[in-house]
């Protein structure tokens, strides 16, 4: 749930895999995390061919029709999140389980009744047995919600709702899983067991999961097979008005007749086709590569960019994750550069346009120095880090770190106060929050300081950057600050030193 690469890139890469696994008859993709128990599907979950092209999709449709005549086509939008299987018995709900590898699937049932909007209980006149296949999926303004308070609290952000659905939904923090509101669509069916009759096409399948209380497939089109071309370009222009991702168009043939004549190859049935939509790309210029420092050290290139616009909002700044991908890429300065962004917030750097590279333009040597202080920067695999604990830049960002709601918090001591009172010498390390004044900071900053020094210790510990982990290890050994500050280092024996002494939560009491 952490992606290292644009979708393009990886459909691309599971595309060779393909080719590759033809040889080896073994598949790719499986969701199971190991942190669930295993269940295993009445029915095979299968996934589906992807076609990525006007012509790849006519060549689907059209092999159809030669085989099976003129058929009727459902068009509906692919969601982007996580596919999951829900099995009623007895018209109760009774598990939720992940696609896995199709087989077998971790059951996540207890994190699936905090979904919203899915009935417990089935209508009378609904089979023994059934197993409802859908999605779950997690709209834009929830995504933005979560992600804009991760970022307040100076945590990393997901870079896709699909990320954090799949994140959320295999969550073992219950209390995490119920604050963060999912949704689910259902657009087929598994198991079917009982005197009930199954319905005859997908579009009598939409009608009953809806009449069952089930969330449905919005904007669904019924068409013939010249037609599907032009469904599927409409569904992808009403796209961006969506409130929910969504990365492509399935399109399925109408008849369970057909469908079943048509039936399954390896993995994906012969009725049915997922047109991918391309990403959102534009071509702009590389204007330079800064490199930040990170509260730890850790520089992290960035690509400032010639502003421009891409799926609504302007991008100006594009992050390259290391030293490696910019070498990787063969960026340079002054590159014309392909900026895509396929959904998630955060643009990715795809490539460079090397036709359009100018005479001169040379190769991004990468500083063997800090650029804020100077010191010689240290190599640690991929991950290139300043040394200098006293860098003016790290100490900048520990005491942002330090003051925001992950640390002590303390409201408005924010970037732009924290740059004033370090460059001004005001403050030179965490510690020194405490001895600011009137004269240094407004009064609701002071008064929310003052708040901040009967914070608990497991507060002072995170907003030291000390981990969960090393946190509890040092609690379980000592009481309180004063104990622990030679350990934990400078800015510890600072706060010491100023007479501050926090004790752990539960020591208080
Ligand atoms: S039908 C046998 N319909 O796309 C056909 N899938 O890439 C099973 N998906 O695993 C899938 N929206 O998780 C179908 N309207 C839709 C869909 C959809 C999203 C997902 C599903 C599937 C994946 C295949």
């Known amino acids: 749930a952490a992606p290292e690469i644009s979708d393009a890139e990886y459909d691309a890469l599971k595309r060779e895999m393909r080719a590759l696994e033809k040889n080896a008859a073994q598949a790719v993709g499986d969701d199971r995390s190991g942190e669930w128990p295993i269940y295993r599907h009445r029915e095979r979950m299968l996934s589906l061919e992807k076609a990525y092209t006007e012509a790849e999709l006519r060549t689907f449709v059209e092999k159809v029709a030669s085989k099976s005549g003129e058929v ?64 779950i999926f997690m709209d834009y303004a929830e995504f933005a919600r979560i992600n ?59 009608a009953l999961l809806k009449a069952w209380g089930l969330p449905g497939v919005e904007r669904v089109t019924v068409v ?22 969504t990365d492509g168009a399935v399109v399925k043939v109408d008849s369970r ?52 616009k891409i799926g609504g909002t302007t991008v100006a700044r594009a992050t390259l994750h290391n030293a490696d991908e910019i070498a990787r890429r063969d960026l340079r300065v002054g590159d014309y550069v392909f900026v895509e962004k396929a959904g998630e917030i955060i ?12 005479e001169g333009v040379a190769v991004f040597v990468f500083s063997e120095k800090c650029q804020v202080c100077d010191t010689g920067l240290v190599r640690e695999g991929a991950v290139v880090r300043c040394p200098n604990g006293k ?24 970037p732009a106060l924290i740059e004033r ?50 946190a509890a290890e040092l609690m379980a050994k000592q009481r309180d600050l004063r104990a622990m500050a030679d350990e934990l280092g400078e800015d510890a024996r600072a706060l010491v030193a100023l007479g501050m002494n926090p004790q752990s939560l539960r020591e208080k009491k």
Do not use: M
Request: hydrophobic share 40%; net charge neutral.
């Open 72 to 135: 009727l086509w459902v068009v509906e939008p692919k969601y982007d999140g996580l596919a999951i299987s829900v099995t009623y018995e007895g018209g109760k709900l009774v598990r939720a389980v992940t696609r896995g590898n199709g087989e077998e699937g971790d059951d996540v049932t207890a994190n699936f009744w905090k979904i919203a909007g899915v009935p417990k209980e089935l209508p009378t006149g609904a089979p023994e047995v059934v197993e409802v296949r859908g999605e």
């Open 148 to 206: 804009a308070e991760r970022a307040e609290a100076g945590e990393e952000v997901f870079a896709h709702p699909r990320n954090l659905a799949a994140g959320t939904v295999k969550s073992k923090d219950a209390g995490e899983v119920a604050k963060r509101r999912l949704s689910a669509v259902f657009y087929g069916l598994g198991a079917w067991e009982g005197a009930a009759k199954q319905p005859e096409t997908q579009q009598a399948l939409h």
């Open 224 to 245: 013939k097979t010249d037609e599907v071309w032009g469904a599927v370009e409409t569904l992808g222009r009403g796209r961006a008005k969506l409130a929910y991702p």
């Open 257 to 308: 007749v057909i469908q079943d004549a048509l039936g399954v190859s390896d993995e994906a049935p012969r009725w049915a086709v997922a047109f991918k939509y391309p990403p959102d790309r534009v071509t702009t210029r590389l204007k330079a590569i800064t490199l930040q420092v990170g509260r730890t050290g850790v520089i992290t290139p960035v690509a400032e960019l010639e502003p421009v």
């Open 347 to 358: 643009p990715a750097i795809t490539g460079v346009d090397v036709e359009r590279r100018g």
């Open 391 to 414: 860098c003016v830049a790290q100490v900048k960002r520990r005491i942002e770190f330090f003051a925001t709601p992950a640390g002590v918090g303390i409201k408005g001591l924010g």
């Open 421 to 470: 009172l370090v460059e001004s010498g005001k403050i030179k390390g965490v510690a020194d929050v405490y001895k600011l004044t009137r004269e240094d900071v407004p009064e609701r900053v002071l008064a929310e300081i003052e708040r901040s020094r009967t914070a608990e210790l497991e507060r002072f510990l995170a907003g030291l950057g000390v981990g969960k982990k090393r």
